[in-house]
């Protein structure tokens, strides 16, 4: 069965970088749609940033400038680059895909991101 994998988060400080990633298993469907959302306490879901399989990309106005979304498609496998954090960037991190044929979306189980000093 389909899992998506992610890695990276943690703790740094403000003005620090992160480098998510999330690795789609095997059993999953070529994916039109891969990226992250977050979850801080206290809030709704929200999106951060996707890429579809041509390379269209979506960021959430908050992070425009600061993080950057990649994909390698070969490896099913999406990235988030985080630049400049900020305290209000904590959150618990979500990586997201939808596929092509479309059954269901797939969701990580969530990273921790904390920007603290």
């Known amino acids: 069965q389909g899992q998506l994998v992610e890695s990276g988060g943690g703790l740094v400080q403000p003005g620090g970088s992160l480098r998510l990633s999330c690795a789609a298993s095997?059993?999953?469907?070529?994916?039109?749609?891969m990226g992250w959302y977050r979850q801080a306490l206290g809030k709704q879901r929200e999106l951060v940033a996707t890429?579809?399989?041509?390379?269209?990309?979506n960021y959430a106005d908050s992070v425009k400038g600061r993080f950057t979304v990649s994909r390698d498609n070969a490896k099913n496998t999406v990235y988030l680059q985080m630049n400049s954090l900020k305290p209000e960037d904590t959150a618990v991190y979500y990586c997201?895909?939808?596929?092509?044929?479309?059954?269901?979306?797939?969701w990580g189980q969530g990273t921790q991101v904390t920007v603290s000093s």
């Open positions: 997201y895909a939808r596929p092509f044929t479309y059954l269901a979306d797939y």
């Open positions: 890429m579809s399989s041509s390379g269209t990309t």
């Open positions: 095997a059993g999953i469907l070529r994916l039109a749609v």
